[in-house]
């Protein structure tokens, strides 16, 4: 009799034990689901203030690179003789705003004062002053390597065109990918704040206001 009760409990057990089981796993089933939409909830309101920059905002924020872009064409030479389609696509949308600047005597070194003093402007939006002070800092970048070449240019001494060129097309590649990047962000209303050293030296520039 005993034997028989035990064989009566096992369908039960089992039936209990498939139960609990399937139970558990709509419960894991319930809180991945939940996890997944929280984390969903929070990568929305992570990237919220990125598409609230005004399109104003994000234009103004352009326009302070075309500072370096300017200073940095000297070096492209190599690139412009060799490659002149490829200088064309890069220089192309920063060519009016370049012949511009170039027109206006000494308009290189106003845009200079006017980028650094506006950047500490805290009625300007700190969007646009991070960019005003990027564009500055980067501008500051091409005086070392413009100083070296007025150095050996005075002296006369004439370095090899194999450490020249790649040199100089080093300096202009990477001013102009910083750039590149800089209005792209810009443009898609996220701060341009990836460019090593620099970016870092523009944030403390500007403050945290």
Do not use: H
């Amino acid at each position: 009799e005993v034997a028989a009760a035990d064989d009566d409990d096992d369908p039960q057990t089992s039936a209990a034990a498939f139960s609990a089981a399937v139970q558990k796993k709509s419960r894991a089933r319930a809180d991945e689901q939940q996890r997944r939409r929280q984390a969903q909830q929070q990568s929305k309101r992570n990237a919220a203030p990125k598409s609230d920059v005004p399109w104003g905002d994000r234009a103004l924020a352009c326009v302070p690179y075309v500072l370096p872009m300017s200073d940095v064409l000297p070096f492209g030479k190599y690139i412009f003789s060799e490659f002149p389609d490829l200088a064309t696509i890069l220089v192309l949308p920063y060519a009016p705003f370049i012949a511009i600047l170039n027109a206006i005597p000494f308009s290189g070194l106003i845009c200079f004062i006017i980028l650094s003093t506006s950047s500490r402007n805290p009625e300007l939006p700190r969007f646009v002053r991070f960019s005003m002070q990027q564009a500055v800092i980067l501008d500051i970048a091409l005086i070392f390597p413009q100083l070296l070449g007025s150095i050996f240019g005075a002296t006369k001494l004439n370095l090899p065109e194999a450490i020249v060129e790649p040199a100089s097309t080093t300096v202009f590649f990477a001013v102009v990918i910083a750039v590149i990047y800089a209005n792209v962000a810009n443009a898609r209303g996220e701060v341009p704040n990836a460019i090593p050293v620099v970016s870092e030296a523009a944030d403390r520039s500007i403050g945290p206001f």
